[in-house]
């Protein structure tokens, strides 16, 4: 009998692990932050706000390895409050000072007519650091260009545009609601960024006429407190066919899935580690190979991503099943 009860008490502690950890997650969605309604109302753009031109306390950032949403081009700043700066010790997040907030605009180029706008803005995504806490939201644009506002539920958008190979596609594309953003976002019973990494920040980028190692620029313009360079790592671009295969699909894995798919992510209980520092042997990639790409490759409640994509991303599929097929 004491054995049986044992037994049970084993069986039953994954369970109340999950149970408890959903509730964790109840938690951070019912967060109370008050974000404003419109996103002109934080100051982050000056004069025309379809311009996309930042205030004076923004650093933009380019990331080696990045998201893949649909084929829409993002454009990215930190908006750091004055006097502060990022503070790096590891390859991972840099530390962000309270008051932080980091934009991202989700847009398409315009192909059709040079007399339309060059861009067609779809949504901004904000997330602010207040009091040790990340906080997320998104704001769409409106058909005139020239304000975002608030998102309280997901929305689609009717869009057409041309994909990496000048291919013309059209889609619903999908904002994602503040829930959405907290799938992805949370590791653990917190809220975090995702791309700026430091060893995704760690590479050459194009300023003005000049090409500067990114993190480098930063130190020189005291943007950033960090250790020697030559203690970060960086992250492959996943496009970068000078990289081996396998650098580059587990880069690929690493932006668009290993959010989820790490030991404190939401997808934790998949027993998948797609972090791109995880050894091979740790990951669980070996025994789910097939589900892997199978999930990649459909649409509908079983495609992964789960969030963020209605278009399958053939590129990143193709690279990621060449990478499964030599493990074999």
Known sequence: MKKAIILIGVLLIPILFIVLNNKDRGKIAADNFIFLDKLSDYGLFQGKMADLIPNDRAVSYELASALFTDYADKKRFIFLPKGTHLVASDDGLPV?????????????????????????????????????????????WNSSQDEAFLLTDSASVPVSFLDNEGVKRQT????????DCIACHRQGNHMLPIGPKIKNLNRIVVHKTDTLQQLAYWQDKGIIDMSPLKQFSSLPNYDDNNQSIEKR????????????HNPIGTAYMTMLDLRFESPINETGIWLKQAKIIGRMSVLGEMHMPQKGTTILHAEGIALVRDYLHKLK
């Open 96 to 140: 962000f000072p309270d008051g932080t907030i980091i934009s991202k605009t989700f847009y398409y180029p315009q192909q059709a007519n040079v007399q339309e706008p060059k861009s067609i803005l779809l949504e901004t995504r904000l997330l602010i650091n207040k009091d040790g806490q990340w906080n997320a939201a998104t704001y769409q």
């Open 172 to 179: 619903n594309y999908i904002i994602p609601s503040r829930t």
């Open 249 to 260: 699909a587990r880069a690929y894995l690493e932006v668009n899935c290993a959010h989820c």
